[in-house]
T-cell receptor
Framework: NAGVTQTPKFQVLKTGQSMTLQCAQD?????MYWYRQDPGMGLRLIYY???????DKGEVPNGYNVSRLNKREFSLRLESAAPSQTSVYFC????????????FGPGTRLTVL | RKEVEQDPGPFNVPEGATVAFNCTYS??????FFWYRQDCRKEPKLLMS???SGNEDGRFTAQLNRASQYISLLIRDSKLSDSATYLC???????????FGDGTTLTVKP
């Protein structure tokens, strides 16, 4: 039982490049989330998916797109990376109504040059 | 004004001290409340849920005051291993999501 897994763990991009961050959970949770955390700051919600087939914008969605591929997987795409997107990205899932305990993946550390 | 506000910190305390963190939230419709712990460069992990009746887990006590929209976390007999950032989290069932505070950093020194 791996919980929440994220790939890759580290990534360096050049400005303008695109990439997709992958997230998967094996806990049969309905809700999944993408957050970013900048140095010395709290977590900010980018997008979330309350159930398979639905996605909603969070606090900071600009520059990102998401796909809830199935109940297990929720990916985050940067179409044209910018230095302001340098951050640590955390994926999380929650099994109860979407305000229950969230389980986090280990994070992806992204640097955009 | 931020939706969830925490003591800015940092808190630097000696081993054995008692330390309290406070958190206020602005959305009166919030219905679930949590404290998470985050170690440096790691993912947040649930420390405890917070209930109106208050709850205790060993050296940790959490309280909720709905009237004042205020949450607290008390740590007694601090250990070196308690050094971390503590995040206050408020859940909004109608919105289907939660809001995290910016966190309060605790350093426990020998």
């Amino acid at each position: 039982n791996a919980g929440v897994t994220q790939t890759p763990k580290f990534q360096v991009l050049k400005t303008g490049q695109s990439m997709t961050l992958q997230c998967a959970q094996d806990m049969n949770h309905n809700s999944m989330y993408w957050y970013r955390q900048d140095p010395g700051m709290g977590l900010r919600l980018i997008y979330y998916s309350a159930s398979e087939g639905t996605t909603d914008k969070g606090e900071v969605p600009n520059g990102y797109n998401v796909s809830r591929l199935n109940k297990r997987e929720f990916s985050l795409r940067l179409e044209s990376a910018a230095p302001s997107q340098t951050s640590v990205y955390f994926c999380a899932s929650s099994g109860r109504p979407p305000v229950g305990e969230q389980f986090f993946g280990p994070g992806t550390r992204l640097t955009v040059l | 004004r931020k939706e969830v506000e925490q003591d800015p910190g940092p808190f630097n305390v000696p081993e054995g001290a008692t330390v309290a963190f406070n958190c206020t939230y602005s959305n009166s419709a919030s219905q679930s409340f949590f404290w998470y712990r985050q170690d440096c460069r790691k993912e947040p992990k649930l420390l405890m849920s917070v209930y109106s009746s208050g709850n205790e887990d060993g050296r940790f006590t959490a309280q909720l005051n709905r009237a004042s929209q205020y949450i607290s976390l008390l740590i007694r007999d601090s250990k070196l291993s308690d050094s971390a950032t503590y995040l206050c989290v408020v859940g909004h069932p109608n919105a289907g999501k939660s809001t995290f505070g910016d966190g309060t950093t605790l350093t426990v020194k020998p």
